[in-house]
């Protein structure tokens, strides 16, 4: 899950992320602190920012890698008929499954 935030700087303002490994606030709790220190990757300042303020989007690279398992199924499968309904099924299931696990990180804050 790639977790994106804004810099503070008023004249960058630009969309920051960072990778993280945790499916949820309290496990990035755990994992980082209740803030998180990094450099702009645009203007090079630092900004510290509370894991409230982080919001979750999708891996877009599993989405890829689930259209592509879709397109090898579909080559093996050809020849059985079964060639629509799997190939839609299967990018179309990962792309719901990462969209709802940012969704639900995106619902649950952290009480100070």
Not at 48 to 75: C, M
Not at 79 to 92: H, K, N, Q, R
Not at 93 to 104: H, R
């Amino acid at each position: 899950m790639k977790l994106n935030y804004y810099c503070s700087t008023p004249s960058c303002k630009k969309l920051n992320s960072i990778k993280v490994e945790s499916n949820n606030r309290f496990d990035l709790k755990q994992e980082v602190g209740l803030e998180i220190n990094e450099r702009c990757k645009h203007c090079g300042n630092h900004t510290k920012r509370h894991i409230n303020r982080l919001h979750a989007s999708p891996n877009y690279f599993i989405i890829l890698g689930g259209l592509a398992l879709a397109v090898i199924v579909t080559i093996l499968l050809w020849d059985f008929g079964f060639v629509s309904t799997l190939s839609g099924a299967i990018p179309i299931a990962i792309w719901m499954s990462e969209e709802k696990k940012a969704s639900a990180f995106n619902k649950v804050l952290i009480r100070d």
